[in-house]
């Protein structure tokens, strides 16, 4: 695991304008985590950045030069600014290092596999990997070798070596990386012209019910009679009355 130094200062003033303040002086404020206790800190913004951009920070070990004593601790999470991506606040949690700790690690595939060379495409389908280990033992990455990999073929969490000390926590069925088979351009458009057309049911259903209307049903033509039958029936009713 990656180890770095960074100063740092306890805040005594905390909120938005005092955090304010201290971004004007090129430094953000922080917080960091130890059993169940929270400590204001302010650090420097250009170390903090450097760190983010040179190292895999979250599987970091920093090392906090403070003036009440020097503490260890992992980058848990960081804000920024949405328009300029500029580090705003960040959060980290104080760790002891005979104790373990869970954390994600980044998953790195290396060699070519035997079913990309077949034409087939690689998919890493699992980027980090949950483990579990004191911090001195946690490995800046998890590296997963391809070289056999063949078409429809897949490397699980279970199938990977498991460094000493370390627990996987992931679900050992978990794929990390695949092969799957590509698709020709020309298989692609067999399979779209195959398709069956939209709105092919309702247009028969239509046509039936359009030819239904035409012919009649028992029903309408008994109600038609009926009708024909009441309108003969009032002139002769008019007649009467006159006589």
Do not use: C, W
């Amino acid at each position: 695991m990656q180890t770095i130094d960074m100063t740092g200062d306890v805040r005594l003033e905390v909120g938005k304008g005092p955090a304010r303040q201290l971004r004007m002086r090129g430094r953000i404020p922080a917080v960091i985590y130890s059993a169940g206790n929270s400590t204001p800190l302010s650090l420097d913004t250009r170390e903090i950045t450097r760190m983010i951009q040179t190292t895999s920070s979250r599987n970091t070990l920093i090392t906090l030069r403070l003036k009440e004593g020097d503490r260890i601790a992992i980058l848990r999470d960081v804000r920024r600014d949405p328009i300029t991506g500029t580090v705003l606040h960040a959060d980290l949690f104080e760790v002891a290092m005979d104790r373990p700790i869970d954390i994600r690690v980044p998953v790195t595939v290396t060699g070519t596999a035997v079913g990309v060379k077949a034409g087939g495409i690689l998919q890493l389908t699992l980027r980090e990997i949950q483990l579990r280990a004191i911090p001195s033992q946690i490995p800046d990455r998890i590296t997963v070798d391809v070289s056999g990999l063949n078409v429809n073929q897949a490397i699980h969490v279970r199938d990977l070596p498991v460094p000493e000390g370390v627990t996987f926590m992931s679900h050992g069925g978990q794929s990390v990386v695949s092969i799957a088979l590509a698709i020709s351009e020309e298989k692609l458009q067999a399979m779209l012209t195959t398709a069956p057309k939209e709105g092919a049911g309702p247009e028969v259903l239509t046509a039936k019910a359009e030819a239904e209307g035409a012919a009649g049903t028992p029903a309408a033509k008994g109600d038609a009679k009926g009708a024909d039958a009441k309108a003969k029936a009032k002139p002769e009713a008019k007649k009467e009355g006159k006589k």
